[in-house]
């Protein structure tokens, strides 16, 4: 039996925007269904944009009264936009989509129905993942392997290794309320904890085959472009010491799989830290950051520090080598991703 709705919506969408305003008409296209409107809401967060995003979002919010909000606020970066999501959110689920982004409108019309008739603490999609010079799409997240449709314990997930992205969760908003889930702000990289933080709390999974999320990627001024992830690398370790704080205040209340997997979970991510380094090897100054940002994640945890380098030899060859093994390590990284 579905427990009855506290809220006053049953999906909440969030939308985090700065300087957004060449992608907003679609992204917003993809939410105007009437089959939406009665049951979902559209949380627009502008972030102190300096385009005309607010206006932009302001002109929607006149149009669909009730159904799309905007919330200006001033700049504190994309985890400051999904913290005050989840402070307004009046839906019985909570999801959050970029602004340069979109959704697949039939499939998150059943995405909602689901929200409607069904109580498990996490839902899970697979994503569309869009180049943007190619147009080339490909659905990730395959979870094919899991049991569809039924309600799972999230323990068996964990212990499983399942692949969680911002793109692919929808969480029960009490989750992230109750249990004042916080992102750190003015940063990127944070979606990361989005992920990560809300897993103590969860007890119940739903697996659906179908994908809900668009997520555009190849723009320049991304974060994960390699050039400007080596620019804001000590956003990344940010990041990364505030959620080896946030482990250790909730290790007491994980089981055993759950604290393993989030811990493979930082593993993974601090692999994608030096990953940073190596796409960059053949920058002057990549060696010379790497031998810094390698001491802070040693002094923030030595466990994850010697971890990731026992699993990852090529982290322990780039810890031990020079400029050149750093340049070479880039050139058959390309080399790599040319064949793939």
């Given at each position: 039996m579905v427990a009855k709705n506290k809220y006053n919506k049953y999906l909440t969408i969030v939308i985090p925007t700065y300087n957004a305003e060449a992608f907003m008409d679609k992204n917003l296209a993809s939410f105007l269904d009437k089959r939406l409107m009665d049951k979902g809401e559209i949380l627009i967060i502008n972030d102190g944009s300096l385009d005309r995003s607010g206006e932009k979002a302001r002109e929607y919010e006149r149009k669909y009264p009730g159904y799309i909000r905007l919330i200006e606020k001033e700049n504190g970066g994309h985890g400051s936009g999904i913290n005050v999501g989840i402070r307004e959110a009046k839906g019985k689920y909570f999801k959050v989509i970029d602004a340069d982004d979109w959704v697949h409108t039939d499939n998150l019309v059943k995405l909602l129905l689901e929200c409607q008739s069904r109580d498990a603490d996490l839902l899970i999609n697979p994503y569309i993942k869009v180049d943007e010079s190619s147009g080339f799409e490909k659905i990730c997240g395959n979870y094919s392997k899991f049991p569809q449709n039924v309600l799972l314990p999230f323990r068996k997930l964990a212990a499983s290794d399942i692949s969680l992205v911002l793109h692919s969760?929808?969480?029960?908003?009490?989750?992230?309320?109750?249990?004042?889930?916080?992102?750190?702000?003015?940063?990127?990289?944070?979606?990361?904890?989005?992920?990560?933080?809300?897993?103590?709390?969860?007890?119940?999974?739903?697996?659906?085959?179908?994908?809900?999320?668009?997520?555009?990627?190849?723009?320049?001024?991304?974060?994960?472009?390699?050039?400007?992830?080596?620019?804001?690398?000590?956003?990344?370790?940010?990041?990364?010491?505030?959620?080896?704080?946030?482990?250790?205040?909730?290790?007491?209340?994980?089981?055993?799989?759950?604290?393993?997997?989030?811990?493979?979970?930082?593993?993974?991510?601090?692999?994608?830290?030096?990953?940073?380094?190596?796409?960059?090897?053949?920058?002057?100054?990549?060696?010379?950051?790497?031998?810094?940002?390698?001491?802070?994640?040693?002094?923030?945890?030595?466990?994850?520090?010697?971890?990731?380098?026992?699993?990852?030899?090529?982290?322990?060859?780039?810890?031990?080598?020079?400029?050149?093994?750093?340049?070479?390590?880039?050139v058959i990284f390309n080399l790599r991703n040319t064949k793939k």
């Open positions: 969760v929808t969480y029960k908003t009490c989750l992230l309320k109750d249990n004042n889930i916080r992102l750190t702000e003015k940063c990127f990289y944070e979606d990361f904890q989005y992920v990560l933080y809300p897993m103590p709390y969860i007890k119940t999974a739903l697996l659906f085959d179908f994908p809900v999320y668009y997520y555009l990627v190849g723009q320049e001024e991304q974060s994960v472009n390699a050039e400007k992830a080596l620019k804001n690398v000590e956003m990344y370790v940010k990041v990364y010491a505030d959620s080896i704080k946030y482990l250790e205040k909730v290790s007491g209340e994980l089981d055993r799989n759950s604290m393993e997997y989030m811990n493979r979970c930082m593993c993974r991510y601090l692999r994608s830290l030096y990953n940073i380094f190596i796409r960059n090897g053949k920058h002057p100054y990549s060696y010379e950051k790497l031998q810094r940002v390698d001491k802070k994640v040693r002094q923030v945890s030595e466990y994850f520090y010697s971890r990731v380098g026992k699993e990852n030899v090529y982290i322990s060859v780039m810890r031990k080598g020079n400029k050149r093994m750093l340049y070479l390590l880039c």
